[in-house]
């Protein structure tokens, strides 16, 4: 089955992506339905595991949203687990070298494209029965992470690795790499030129950049600024953020 995000960058539509750190499928069911174009499963800082993860993906498969996952970190046993579970796409943290982007694409594709061993047990029910291998090192997403000083240093090199879709930005860990303090909302102008180095080496490869945010306005500034995804928070701190405000109104706050 075709990729839905991949085909939206392709045509030049912004998306957003909802992030999912509640470790059950009922909260990715309420979230598939609030009009994000993806879903992440976050393995790394949620309290997610691998079969909250297949839950999550359960929850969520019948409104349409492409699934995805943040890796705990750049290892081939989880993300052929995750892919194998249903997983379309995967953002892997703390990719800092072309070797390492080269390991994280290795794990993502079929040979002769790289060693993913081959065992859809659910990623099959995406596509046709048994065809799944056909298309899938088309379909799923590679997106490292770019949060380090290190990964900036090595940005072209990991760019310039074939299979690599796009970066995803950290900018909490890439705030600590660079003696900053761990913000998501940038608006240091040493980050902003950071991400406009982002957004010139991916466009003019013809990959995408996207961004963690903490509001569905500042992601709005990034789409603008030519970032092609923007994830706003995730389940729990949306959860907190609109009980937070329900309850301040109520008390005439």
Request: hydrophobic share 40%; charged share 20%; proline share 6%.
């Amino acid at each position: 089955m075709a990729n839905k995000l991949r085909e939206a960058w392709k045509s030049g539509r912004k998306t957003v992506n909802g992030w999912l750190a509640i470790p059950h499928a009922f909260p990715a069911e309420v979230m598939a339905q609030a009009g994000f174009d993806s879903l992440t499963v976050d393995m790394q800082h949620g309290v997610q595991d691998y079969l909250s993860a297949v839950a999550c993906f359960q929850g969520m498969q019948p409104h349409g949203v492409t699934p995805m996952v943040r890796v705990p970190w750049n290892e081939p046993g989880i993300v052929g687990k995750v892919l194998d579970a249903g997983a379309m796409g995967v953002i892997c943290p703390m990719v800092n070298t072309r070797e390492q982007a080269e390991q994280l694409v290795s794990y993502c594709r079929y040979p002769p494209q790289g060693a993913r061993s081959f065992g859809p047990i659910r990623a099959g029910i995406y596509g046709e029965a048994g065809t799944y291998w056909q298309t899938a090192n088309d379909d799923v997403l590679v997106i490292p992470m770019i949060e380090t000083r290190q990964a900036l240093d090595n940005l072209e090199a990991i760019l310039d690795v074939p299979g690599i879709d796009g970066v995803y930005v950290g900018p909490s860990d890439l705030g600590l790499s660079l003696g900053l303090p761990p913000l998501q909302d940038r608006e240091e102008p040493q980050i902003l030129e950071i991400y406009g180095r982002i957004l010139h080496e991916t466009k003019k490869r013809g990959q995408v950049a996207g961004l963690h945010t903490m509001s569905g306005k500042y992601t709005k500034r990034m789409h603008e600024m030519g970032f092609a995804f923007g994830t706003i928070m995730n389940d729990s701190g949306l959860m907190l953020t609109a009980a937070r405000a329900q309850i301040a109104a109520a008390r005439g706050g």
